[in-house]
């Protein structure tokens, strides 16, 4: 199993940044593919940004340029540098593990795919 701990979510002002992070631990030694999804109200999960053998990443259009995805292996966490917020960034943001073994699947950001989630961590982005 592979657990997640997210944190550093906030409330901002459009323009602004936040960093979140996501602790991971476990059976780790499985896992090839990061990802980060948010769910903003009345709203499907989208898949944000993923990371692929800790050095591979891909956005999605929406936040392509302003956000950021990194995997630091010596302490186990991923983080998703967040700037230019807008207040359609505005969501629960989660951390999930994916045991993918191509970039080209954890490209696809489906959240299928992933088998492990964090609790979540909430963004407010106010205009």
């Known amino acids: 199993q592979v657990q997640m701990v997210e944190s550093g979510g906030g409330s901002v002002q459009a323009g602004g940044s936040l960093r979140l992070s996501c602790v991971v631990s476990?059976?780790?030694?499985?896992?090839?593919?990061m990802g980060w999804f948010r769910q903003a109200p009345g709203k499907e999960r989208e898949g944000v940004a993923t990371?692929?053998?800790?050095?591979?990443?891909s956005y999605a259009d929406s936040v392509l340029g302003r956000f950021t995805i990194s995997h630091d292996n010596n302490k186990d966490t991923v983080f998703l540098q967040m700037n230019s917020l807008k207040p359609e960034d505005t969501a629960m943001y989660y951390c999930a593990a994916s045991r993918v073994n191509r970039f080209l699947e954890c490209s696809n950001r489906r959240e299928s795919d992933f088998r492990n989630w964090g609790q979540g961590t909430q963004v407010t982005v106010s205009s």
């Open positions: 476990g059976d780790t030694l499985s896992v090839n593919c």
């Open positions: 990371i692929y053998n800790a050095g591979n990443p």
